[in-house]
């Protein structure tokens, strides 16, 4: 929404987006004709996927083009429809952990998924999240990488006080390691801010922990408003669970970068790599509520060394991870695809981000 959609919005495309922003508690920008579905969570699926094929076959009407970001929506495709894009984020893992699947088919499911992606590579055009990526199809790809609205100089340096968490919030993404932290933390001086819509299933946890006064809890923020919350904290948390399948590098690490915050995060191979290699954050085990605290607590008592990685982070951000660096040609590849001058500014029609996790 906030990259993507809006270059598409800037360069003067309509948009269709196909989203659950109801069960996100998130209300759609009005530049935007929304199309509201149920999320698809855990093991109870079936009634959002079925919807989501409904709302894709209304979406598509009239449209230039079709961007699909979720593999499972690959099975919900229309018969009738535009020239279609898989996005590809790579978060195969995530859509299928904690979805009761017997562990036969869990062993299964990386050939089914090399299968499905095969299959996508020759109906569909791809976009890439990732370099890395290349190696799962046979052809070449567009890669767009995860990106932030990078600030040219260096926000404040790192504070003492506070420490944040910017995103969706889920079970798989650590939401309960992420309550025991800030609880853990609370008698040190130091509080949680998350900035971020969540699944309804966690509210309640979400809400009582507001409640025991262990976080603030300010539900879903436009991204420009939530980095400018996340300036000046100790450091940005990012505590996924680990999973079978490649990820890419999370978006919210890229925007703890951009906004000189040093980084904690669990080791998914991307972003452990990414972190160790600029020296911008602290890597702790899956499910350690214990190793993010004092992760937090090191960053707090070495003022200096938290800033050198939040400085960091912040010239790796400006130098490649700049979203303004790739928006033309991310506009100028979706226009070309639906047949359109790339300085037609006409329409694109359909932008479909319907996040299945």
């Not at 979720?70 to 018969?79: T, V």
């Not at 090191?298 to 928006?327: I, K, Q, S, V, Y």
Request: charged share 25%; aromatic share 4%.
């Amino acid at each position: 929404m906030h990259r993507q959609i809006r270059s598409l919005l800037d360069a003067g495309h309509e948009i269709t987006y196909v989203a659950p922003f109801t069960d996100c508690n998130v209300t759609p920008d009005p530049g935007i004709r929304a199309i509201d579905v149920p999320r698809a969570t855990a093991n109870r699926r079936g009634r959002a996927l079925k919807a989501a094929r409904g709302a894709l076959r209304r979406g598509v009407e009239g449209a230039d083009l079709l961007v699909v970001h979720d593999m499972e929506l690959l099975f919900r495709l229309p018969r009738q429809r535009p020239v279609t894009v898989w996005d590809v984020r790579g978060e195969i893992g995530t859509a299928t952990s904690g979805t009761g699947l017997s562990g036969h088919l869990r062993r299964a499911l990386p050939a089914l998924v090399r299968r499905v992606e095969a299959r996508a590579e020759q109906r569909l055009h791809l976009i890439l999240a990732e370099d890395s990526y290349r190696e799962r199809f046979s052809g070449p790809h567009p890669v767009v990488p995860n990106a932030a609205y990078v600030p040219p100089r260096p926000p404040a340096p790192p504070g003492r006080n506070r420490v944040v968490h910017v995103g969706h919030l889920s079970e798989a993404g650590g939401v309960a390691e992420l309550v025991e932290s800030a609880r853990r933390l609370l008698p040190h001086g130091i509080r949680l801010d998350l900035i971020g819509s969540a699944d309804i299933r966690i509210r309640p946890l979400l809400r009582d922990a507001q409640r025991e006064g262990l976080l603030d809890w300010y539900g879903y923020v436009p991204n420009r408003h939530a980095l400018r919350m996340a300036e000046g904290a100790i450091a940005g948390l990012s505590l996924p669970h680990d999973a079978p399948g490649p990820r890419p590098v999370p978006a919210k690490i890229i925007d703890y970068m951009s906004r000189g915050v040093p980084v904690v995060t669990t080791p998914l191979p991307a972003a452990a790599s990414m972190v160790e290699r600029i020296g911008c954050g602290v890597v702790v085990p899956f499910g350690d509520a214990e190793a993010t605290v004092r992760a937090v607590l090191a960053l707090r008592d070495d003022p200096e060394g938290a800033a050198g990685m939040g400085t960091r982070g912040h010239a790796e951000a400006l130098a490649h991870h700049n979203w303004p660096d790739h928006a033309g040609a991310f506009v100028g590849r979706l226009e070309e695809w639906a047949g359109k001058p790339v300085t037609s500014g006409q329409e694109i029609g359909v932008l479909e981000a319907w996040h299945a996790i």
